[in-house]
């Protein structure tokens, strides 16, 4: 059963960078098969998507966050990263990870549980 | 980007019901069409990939079809447990998008 965790500060302060881990268990992060992803969710509103990254060292970025973005992966410890620069009060939201099956019609079938991330002094 | 417009955004129902939730994208994507349900403090479940078939474990009482631009989420006969968010989001194209949710709340 694959499985999803994100970890990283509950806080950060404005014009600081956002970080964030995903560790993938039950599944390899080189597998070709998927990509690997990140959406959030500001309180009580939508869906995001952020971006992802493939295996082969590709990304693709939303381009409303494209310049403040950066998705990379740790192969050897299975995870991938996040990491949005220059936060604002705008930037808090729970944020997931999640995987993308490319053999099928690219849906997000795992997700992790979300962490809230909120961007304060 | 592909806008995806759901409708309602919110509705009332009781168990039992009949519920439609239905999704536009604003160009054609063929039948790159997910529809996720989204429980408070919880994180989207996907129900059903390809506009219409049914991801593993989710009951069949739910369903969905269409293809192009316009996609219908039904559930046939609602239970307690679907009270819940539902959004839809295309996968034909980057940046992915979502709808905005349908909220089906009790009656």
Known sequence: QVQLQESGPGLVKPSQTLSLTCTVSGGSISSGDYYWSWIRQPPGKGLEWIGYFYYSGSTYYNPSLKSRVTISVDTSKNQFSLKLSSVTAADTAVYYCARECLHSRWELDYWGQGTLVTVSS | ?107
């Open chain 2, 1 to 107: 980007d592909i806008q995806m417009t759901q409708s309602p955004s919110s509705l009332s129902a009781s168990v039992g019901d009949r519920v439609t939730i239905t999704c536009r994208a604003s160009q054609s994507i063929s039948s790159y069409l997910n529809w996720y349900q989204q429980k408070p403090g919880k994180a989207p479940n996907l129900l059903i990939y390809a506009a219409s078939s049914l991801q593993s474990g989710v009951p069949s009482r739910f369903s969905g079809s269409g293809s192009r631009t316009d996609f219908t989420l039904t559930i046939s006969s609602l239970q307690p447990e679907d009270f819940a968010t539902y959004y839809c989001q295309q996968s034909y194209s980057t940046p992915r998008t979502f709808g905005q949710g349908t909220k089906v709340e009790i009656k």
